[in-house]
């Protein structure tokens, strides 16, 4: 049973140009999460999808990010136009809808911004 | 607001106990976890606690007081592998799959 997997596990882009960052969740788990870790930070939340729904988005920047999870395939964070400060470790997490509701995480993608 | 405290550092021989205090202030709560996170890579799920005691999985044991609003993180017989970063989170929403709410992170160094 595969874990949580998410790719590119290094994304570098320029200033300007689009990201796009893939998580499949783990077999079974209906709910995907989306997490922002800054060096020498915490982990801050971003969106919670369940299929083809964004159920909570409070974390999400306003502007240039959006996180869709299509009824067919990974979930994608989007990142448009992208500056220095977006540089930071994405990681996604997905969890079952059993109680607890332990949330599972991927390895991350590093995302670089030049 | 929200509000999760852990210390920032701490060192521990190995074979020996660490304890690894978390206090937090939220608006609701619905479960605190620990997570361990080598540096690098993905947080791993440790200890899950809801009702107030103390939790036990092998080495490691988690600890809840809701009226206090604390936790402890306990690792016995230390390893050098358990140098990482030990994450304390909240649930803080009614429904049992909702965002987790992180503190900062102790990270654990184990010495000889």
Known sequence: ?114 | GQNIDQPTEMTATEGAIVQINCTYQTSGFNGLFWYQQHAGEAPTFLSYNVLDGLEEKGRFSSFLSRSKGYSYLLLKELQMKDSASYLCAVRDNPGTASKLTFGTGTRLQVTL
């Open chain 1, 1 to 114: 049973n595969a874990g949580v997997m998410q790719n590119p596990r290094h994304l570098v882009r320029r200033r300007g140009q689009e990201a796009r960052l893939r998580c499949s969740p783990m077999k079974g788990h209906s709910h995907v999460y989306w997490y922002r870790q800054l060096p020498e930070e915490g982990l801050k939340f971003m969106v919670y999808l369940q299929k083809e729904n964004i159920i909570d988005e409070s974390g999400m920047p306003k502007e240039r990010f959006s996180a869709e999870f299509p009824k067919e395939g990974p979930s994608i964070l989007r990142i448009q136009q992208v500056v220095r400060g977006d540089s930071a470790a994405y990681f996604c997490a997905s969890s079952p809808s059993v109680p607890a509701n332990i949330q599972y995480f991927g390895a991350g993608t590093r995302l670089s911004v030049l």
